[in-house]
């Protein structure tokens, strides 16, 4: 049994006492260490809303939400909390504090006091890790929008985090800078045991999580593995998601060419493995 | 678009752009001052060559210095116009009706403008040989004991940082607001000027919008990375005071009692 990260307990939120509905509607969550958990939902879920009360930024209406054993709520272990949940907002400039890359990086240890040996050495360190080391003395503007959102990464882990969350991180990005972000932070999933907490609409991007939930309205509507959910595409896209295009192209197979695919044709190569396999059934 | 020069730095190796920015604060302030202590040849030849030589050792082009001369320059002309034919010391040269053109006239006229060109050459220098960045740096650092008088120094030094920060994003903004106003029939450079003003508008309203919601986000980024104000906060970036520095304020404390003993 992994360490628990992440523990919220029937978290209820809205952002003004008058509206009639919860943002959060009794949510239920627990986070493991080290697992990648995508959050998806069409706009207006409450995806963003409850990444906001993993760090603190938001506090719960009711119920709690526990982080590292610390309650978001008790304002003594907000600092702490923070420190070790790390969040990459979805647009890249608006995150950039430093007027160099160098700066940005050291803003956070600033805020918490890392002693200037260390945060030199940190700096360096973090910037090799989300490799924008030769950027250092950049100006924010002379960066792509893949690059500073790398850069805000390495601000990240230089505060040694336990949770990393992303919140639509990669949204405002074109492929490449999408791609070498969720490259980044693969390698510190697998390497540093981060947990990642995910928060997108790119189901694409979701699938490639260990666990995956789907909210609607401020509830957890589905909840499991990605191959789990997409085994039942059902009711995904009539909430507004649209669903990676091989698991659009399974079920067009299965349904209209009437194939028989196995359960887990998922990701292109799986799907490409069991398309050869049935021509070789013939 | 790419190459916004904030400010007027001009990037350079000399013994200026090497100081620390509190040492080039503290003497040019300081020079502000002084400057009014001169009061005749010999002074005024003092604060002169000290000028030139500080000119010489920023090796900045002139070029750069005029550029930061240049808005000043009228005003410049006009207080020397003024003086020279309003002061009446001295042997008359020309005299006629309200005008009088005298030698002591002159010759204030051109102290003056002399004292005045002295400031501007001096905060320019300060400027082309210190980022923006350095200035803010080095203000935060003088202005600490203020902190005591509940001045929020570090809020003020974050500001500017910030500031200089967002100008270029800010600047890239209003070139895409503009171009998207362009593509909707929005004349920014033709027509009458009213018109032109008007165009304005359609310009800075979303322009406005844009920079309150990035406010915003920054500030959310900012508490998310823990960001709560003075408290416990150590810095990355390191003031040097060097030999330098020392001797610079060297020369303009031993320039006050210079200028005393030989002012008349």
Redesign the interface.
């Known amino acids: 049994m992994n360490e628990t990260m992440i523990d919220i307990e029937s978290l209820c939120f809205k952002y003004r006492n008058e509206d009639p509905d919860w943002i959060l509607d009794h949510i239920s969550l627990h986070v493991e260490a080290g697992e990648w958990l995508a959050i998806t939902g069409h706009n207006g879920s409450g995806k963003s809303t409850l990444a906001k009360c993993l760090n603190g930024l938001l506090v719960p209406e009711q119920g709690s939400v526990k982080v590292k054993g610390f309650f978001t709520s008790d304002e003594d272990s907000l600092w702490e909390i923070r420190r070790s949940v790390g969040m990459v907002f979805q647009n890249p400039d608006n995150q950039f504090v430093g007027t160099t890359v160098r700066d940005d990086v050291a803003f956070g240890m600033e805020n918490h006091g890392v002693p200037r040996e260390e945060m030199v050495q940190r700096l360096s360190e973090s910037l090799e890790l989300v490799g924008m080391s030769e950027f250092q003395g950049q100006e924010p503007h002379r960066l792509s929008g893949g690059q500073k959102q790398r850069v805000a990464i390495a601000g990240i882990v230089a505060l040694r985090p336990s949770i990393i969350i992303l919140d639509e991180a990669t949204s405002m990005l074109d492929p490449r800078g999408k791609s070498d972000v969720l490259k980044v932070m693969h390698e510190l999933n697998k390497t540093r045991g981060i947990t990642v907490i995910s928060i997108t609409h790119d189901l694409e991007e979701a699938s490639s999580a260990d666990r995956m939930i789907v909210m609607d309205e401020g509830r957890i509507v589905r909840e499991g593995t990605p191959i789990d959910i997409f085994k039942e595409p059902e009711g995904l896209v009539e909430m507004g998601l649209d669903l990676p295009f091989t698991v659009k192209l399974r079920q067009l197979l299965i349904e209209e060419n009437g194939l028989n695919l196995s359960e887990k044709a998922f990701t292109e190569k799986e799907l490409v493995d069991e398309l050869w396999k049935l021509q070789l059934n013939i | 678009m ?1 190459n ?1 020069i904030i400010g007027q730095y001009v990037p350079g190796k000399s013994i200026l752009h090497h100081m620390d920015p509190r040492s080039k604060l503290l003497a040019v302030f300081a020079l502000i001052f002084i400057v009014f202590l001169a009061n005749n040849w010999v002074t005024y030849g003092v604060i002169v060559i000290l000028t030139l030589v500080a000119i010489v050792l920023s090796r900045v082009r002139l070029r750069f210095i005029y550029k930061g001369l240049k808005p000043i320059l009228l005003v410049i002309i006009i207080t020397f116009v003024l003086n020279a034919f309003f002061t009446k010391s001295g042997e008359a040269i020309f005299d006629y009706g309200w005008f009088h053109l005298t030698t002591g006239g002159l010759q204030q006229a051109a102290f003056i403008s002399v004292r005045l060109l002295v400031i501007v050459i001096m905060t320019t220098l300060l400027t082309l040989t210190t980022t923006p ?1 350095d200035i803010t740096d080095g203000l935060e650092n003088l202005l600490r004991p203020f902190k005591k008088l509940r001045f929020p120094v570090h809020e003020f030094a974050l500001m500017m ?2 500031a ?2 967002f100008i ?2 800010l600047m ?1 903004e209003t070139e895409k607001i503009m171009k998207a106003q362009t593509a909707r029939g929005v004349e920014f450079s033709s027509g009458p000027l009213t018109q032109r003003i008007k165009a304005i508008l359609p310009l800075l309203v979303p322009l406005f919008i844009s920079a309150f ?2 406010a915003e ?2 500030a ?9 104000g003075d408290i ?7 003031l040097k005071w060097g030999l330098k520095d020392s001797l610079l304020l060297l020369v303009v404390i031993v320039l006050i009692p210079v200028l005393v003993l030989l002012r008349g």
Not at chain 2, 220 to 228: I, L, Q, T, V
């Open positions: 790419m916004i960045i940082s910030i200089l920060r270029p994003t890239e919601k990035r986000d920054l959310m980024a900012m508490e998310a990375r823990g960001y709560r416990g906060r150590t810095k990355l970036r390191l």
